[in-house]
């Protein structure tokens, strides 16, 4: 197997290998136009990126200063100089500011950052344009670059709903100019010689960084050049396009929504781009011969990780024939399908394990049906003949001889145990079907411990009762659970000395199933006989039948729920059982 592996793997890595080298070269030139162009549309994303933040600062800028508390005077309505002054400040320094203005009714300059402006009228307080917003490019003397007007509404400070004017800047457009030959730089750093346009809605360019040619691409419309990029009808968001009247590879991005229509261009020369072609195919001709030999290395030892499992799953199997089941667990040291296969086997162990020990169980049954079918007339009629016999001797000899009434009393114990041990062979041997219906088990609970707790209290164990009140009804005959309750609760007293302690528990387990669970502090049962103690006539105490536990079992079963215990020597034992959940709750 180890052969066909290694030979298998040989096959999957070599041809696909030759075939992926031949296809890699007839298509270097598409792939490396598509990193090219991810390249670009990247970078155009983070130029996009970077104006809607400025224009997200100016916005802020705007809305703070519009807060501030001077903007009160211009509730006086008179040209303002403490405004003025506030503003001019402001200009002074941030020298991407032109100009600030705030406007009164009818978008008359009441307070500017210059004094010239005061009592001009400006279109940004027209009644078709938003109070909050931008405008632009815009291009006016005599300042040396295009601009955005932005627009934030100053609001009454004792009435915030109410508008008692509107504050405008015309911000520099140079801030994008900056910023776009960051990035040119930035890309020629990593050997792409590039232009990055800004574009306006109308497809002109508005700024950017291009390359040293002795061209300045300042008002320049694209659209009616024939670029794709520009075009009215591309789709929103970002992409790549080949600009082919122009021989450039495009990447663009949309600019966000604070200015309509704005677009973010990163071009570079298509035979600059496609330059690399035959590095990228040495590149891949030695890549995939490195491939190619740890790939055969990296089979080789998956080959021989693959059989060590399949070889112990084999002789485990082996085993499995032989022991009839009783066989360790193998490892599971991986999560693919040799572990599944390894998992799986695994439970079928403990399956196996199971059903055998129930086949022995239901022989053990089988036995105690036939011996209690013979001896169950037999035993009964002379037992109860005994009992009454031994309370007439007891009251005719009185105050008499107190030792044989000691010898009396225990004639009549003695038949009421073995008068106990027929009636669970009975039991076991002719199991009732279970009359089911919708039970709460939290008073079933409760009444097996209060029938319990006197003897408890004698001992001096403590009990407690642990009910939650929203637990779902079980679906179970209330009288069979009840003996399984108050087996289970007698069991727990008797394995505890004075001082020691059990806990009564009930709670919802899924939504199908509901159940509780016995917990005990005593000494525990040994882990080399958890499994043993559901079979009949298995017991550890020496007054014990060991039956008790193989009806509750066989009670539980009936019910189609499940009883498990877990406990460690010396930690107390816990035993839970679990039945399902009444119907109309389902």
């Known amino acids: 197997m180890r052969a066909k592996l290694l030979a298998f793997s040989l096959f999957l890595v070599v041809v696909p290998g030759l075939t992926f080298a031949f296809l890699a070269f007839s298509t270097a030139h598409d792939a490396l136009r598509d990193a090219a162009g991810s390249q670009l549309v990247e970078a155009a994303r983070d130029q996009a990126d970077a104006i809607s933040m400025e224009l997200d600062r100016l916005r802020e800028d705007l809305h703070r200063l519009s807060a501030n508390e001077t903007m009160r005077e211009l509730l006086i309505g008179d040209i303002d100089k403490r405004v003025s002054r506030l503003l001019w400040s402001v200009k002074r320094e941030d020298e991407r500011y032109f100009e600030l203005f705030c406007l009164g009714d009818g978008g008359r300059v009441v307070a500017a950052s210059g004094p010239e402006w005061i009592g001009h009228r400006l279109e940004a307080t027209r009644a078709d344009l938003p109070a909050v917003g931008f405008r632009g490019p815009l291009l006016r003397d005599p300042y040396p670059r295009a601009f955005v007007e932005a627009i934030e509404s100053i609001s009454d400070p004792d009435q915030p709903n109410a508008r008692i004017g509107t504050l405008a800047a015309w911000y520099d457009l140079g801030v994008i100019d900056e910023s776009a030959a960051a990035l040119q730089a930035n890309l020629a750093e990593l050997g792409a010689m590039v232009d990055v346009l800004v574009i306006d809605s109308t497809g002109t360019v508005i700024g950017g960084a291009w390359q040293a040619s002795g061209r300045d691409l300042r008002g320049r419309n694209l ?91 084999t002789e485990a199997a082996r085993n499995l024939r032989l022991t009839a089941g009783d066989v360790e667990l193998l490892p599971v040291t991986t999560s693919d399908e040799t572990g599944e296969l390894t998992r799986a086997f695994n439970k079928m162990s403990e399956e196996l394990r199971g059903a055998r020990r129930e086949l022995i169980n239901a022989a053990r049954l089988a036995l105690v049906g036939e011996m209690a079918a013979g001896i169950a007339h037999e035993v009964r009629t002379p037992l109860g003949i005994l009992r009454t016999s031994a309370q007439v001797l007891k009251r005719s000899i009185g105050d008499r001889d107190p030792k044989e009434v000691e010898l009396a009393d225990m004639l009549v114990d003695e038949t009421d145990r073995l008068s106990r041990v027929v009636s669970e062979l009975l039991d076991l041997a002719r199991p009732r079907s279970p009359s089911s219906r919708s039970t709460p088990l939290g008073p079933v609970l409760e009444r097996a411990v209060e029938f319990v707790r006197a003897q408890a209290e004698e001992k001096g164990v403590q009990l407690r009762l642990d009910i939650d009140p929203d637990a779902s009804p079980a679906w179970c005959d209330t009288e069979q659970i009840y003996q399984v309750a108050l087996n289970l609760v007698i069991n727990a007293v008797q394995s505890l000395e004075s001082g020691g302690s059990a806990t009564v528990r009930l709670a919802d387990v899924d939504s199908t199933m509901v159940g509780f669970e016995i917990t005990d502090d005593g000494p525990g049962i040994p882990e080399d006989i958890q499994e043993s103690i559901f079979a009949p006539f298995f017991t550890t105490r020496e007054s014990g039948t060991g039956l008790g536990l193989a009806l509750v079992e066989r009670i539980v079963a009936s019910h189609g729920g499940a009883i498990s215990v877990t406990s460690r020597p010396g930690e107390g034992a816990a035993f839970r059982v679990v039945l399902p959940v009444a119907q109309e709750v389902v």
Do not use: N, Y
């Open 223 to 313: 659209r009616d050049e024939g670029w794709q990029t520009a075009a009215v009808s591309l789709p929103h968001g970002r992409g790549f396009v080949e600009e082919a009247s122009a021989g450039v590879f495009a990447g663009h991005s949309e600019v966000a929504p604070q200015v309509g229509g704005w677009r973010v261009l990163v071009a570079q020369p298509v035979d600059q781009a496609l330059a690399p072609v035959s590095g990228l195919r040495r590149r891949w001709i030695v890549a995939l011969v490195v491939i190619i030999i740890v790939a055969l290395l990296l089979a080789r030892l998956l080959a021989e990780r693959m059989v060590r499992p399949l070889q112990a799953l």
